[in-house]
């Protein structure tokens, strides 16, 4: 099965506003060029999916922009990658889920309650480390390889 990314999303300090370019370079050295957190080992990048995403915004009962999460990309039509060790094809990039990406406290002041409803089933999507680097745009396919 393979899936599509159909949002690309980073920011170049803490709390900034989320820029979504529609191709970005990512490395282990530095996440998704340009995005602040990307140089955190284990959690270059974070994905979230199209379906989590929506699942959360209907349990919340507001439909809020994707970026609201502010993961760094979001995907559609994947299943099976919400686990440890998952390795992910994101283009010609090389992924591995190194953790569920809980919701934090900026969610609540994003919307109140939207950490709630990013709580079951892993919604908030997952952190990732980089394996293989290399530039990625919209519309890449995405796939879980490994594990």
């Not at 370019?21 to 602040?36: F, K, M, N």
């Not at 908030?124 to 990625?136: F, M, S, W």
């Amino acid at each position: 099965m393979s899936g599509r990314l159909i949002g690309i999303a980073r920011r170049d300090k803490p709390r900034a506003p989320m820029e979504t370019p529609s191709r970005v370079q990512i490395s282990y050295d530095a996440g998704l060029e340009g995005d602040c957190r990307g140089r955190t080992p284990d959690r270059n990048v974070t994905i979230i999916s199209r379906e989590d995403w929506e699942a959360a915004c209907c349990a919340h009962g507001r439909d809020l922009p994707w970026v609201t999460r502010r993961a760094n990309l979001l995907i559609e039509g994947l299943t099976g990658f919400k686990h440890v060790g998952a390795q992910l094809k994101v283009g010609s990039v090389l992924l591995e889920v190194t953790e569920e990406n809980p919701p934090c406290r900026v969610m609540d002041i994003q919307s109140h309650g939207l950490r709630a409803a990013l709580q079951p089933d892993w919604r908030g999507g997952v952190a990732c480390r980089v394996l293989q680097d290399g530039e990625i745009a919209l519309g890449d396919a995405v796939a879980v390889v490994g594990r």
